[in-house]
């Protein structure tokens, strides 16, 4: 192969790289970076960073199939740029991620069910405490069967 018409490509592709599909891009990378010469890539900082943001938010959900490659990638690996702004997304992922989980468990922990499950587990602590720590002898079983009403849990087949 022409080394000359080697260079021609490499450079028209520089001038104009919408001219080329992406299979043909990393083609010519591959030729650029056999001849040492300077070849364009382009930058999907922000798309990348984005998606890292979105994927460590969401605890790695996202498939990495959908993260944006740029041409030449292959070849060249990522740019700064690219790699500086997946930090950043991974980095603001975090407490997205985070701050989810914890406002998740907030409003699983202020419904009605909820409250009305975390007052009897409540009445029981009070009843084991009542027991163990005051002196009294009665029996734990009588103490539940007394103060806790089992009608909001539904069939869960506890006789007592």
Do not use: C, H, W
Request: proline share 3%; charged share 25%; no cysteine.
């Amino acid at each position: 192969m022409d080394p000359n018409l080697v260079y021609e490509l490499i450079m028209d592709y520089n001038d104009n790289p919408q001219r080329y599909n992406d299979e043909e891009a990393e083609t010519i990378a591959t030729l650029a970076n056999a001849m040492g010469t300077d070849f364009r890539r382009e930058s999907k900082a922000l798309s990348k960073g984005l998606f890292d943001l979105v994927d460590t938010a969401a605890f790695g959900m996202v498939p990495n199939r959908l993260r944006p490659v740029s041409r030449g990638e292959s070849v060249f690996g990522e740019s700064g740029m690219e790699r500086f702004a997946g930090t950043l997304g991974t980095l603001g992922g975090l407490p997205l991620g985070i701050g989810g989980v914890y406002k998740g468990a907030r409003g699983i922990m202020g419904s009605r069910t909820a409250r009305n499950m975390g007052g009897k587990v409540a009445d029981a602590g009070r009843v084991a405490d009542d027991m163990l720590f005051r002196g009294r002898t009665r029996n734990l079983l009588d103490a539940v069967r007394n103060s806790t009403n089992f009608s909001g849990i539904g069939n869960v087949g506890i006789n007592i």
